[in-house]
């Protein structure tokens, strides 16, 4: 019998969870994923001084990794391991020093090849940042499968 994508996500919540609050880059950036659902994420990072650009605001850099790191928890989300193909972001406003950012990932489509995301990256109710990110699902899955 094959388990539905939702039946994996479920039986193996902890598991995916635990993948992408330890993923390596998130840590070193002191992302924290604040959501995990079916093909949905969110994620928060607190903007410090040294996150800033030239002109005392958010670097994009730091912004576009917040949504990155949203959209490949959603897209993992199903324990199905899935790649980036394509992003595209769009800059907003400003994020400013001590404020919290926060990307929420949805899930607008998903086959079984490719899956396409909206990410949002808001700030104290303020979108900062808008993506469409486009990933490709391999065969295998990265939580075991019994």
């Known amino acids: 019998m094959n388990k539905t994508e939702l039946e994996i996500h479920e039986q ?6 635990a993948a992408f609050e330890n993923e390596p880059y998130a840590k070193f950036l002191g992302m ?8 949905t994420a969110a994620a928060e990072i607190e903007v410090k001084e040294h996150m800033l650009n030239s002109h005392g605001t958010a670097h994009g850099a730091v912004i576009f990794a917040l949504a ?6 959603a897209c993992n989300s199903y ?11 769009n800059f907003m406003s400003p994020g400013k020093c001590g404020s919290v950012l926060r990307a929420i990932a949805v899930e607008e489509k998903r086959n079984y090849r490719t899956a396409w995301y909206k990410i949002r990256v808001e700030s104290d109710g303020e979108l ?3 993506m469409e990110a486009l990933c490709y699902r391999k065969d295998q899955y990265f939580v075991e499968q019994k």
């Open 128 to 130: 900062v940042a808008s």
């Open 32 to 39: 924290k994923l604040a959501a995990l659902g079916p093909g």
């Open 12 to 17: 193996h919540l902890d598991e995916i969870t």
């Open 79 to 89: 324990g199905r391991t899935s790649v980036g193909l394509n992003t595209t972001v």
């Open 68 to 73: 990155d790191y949203a959209f490949a928890a």
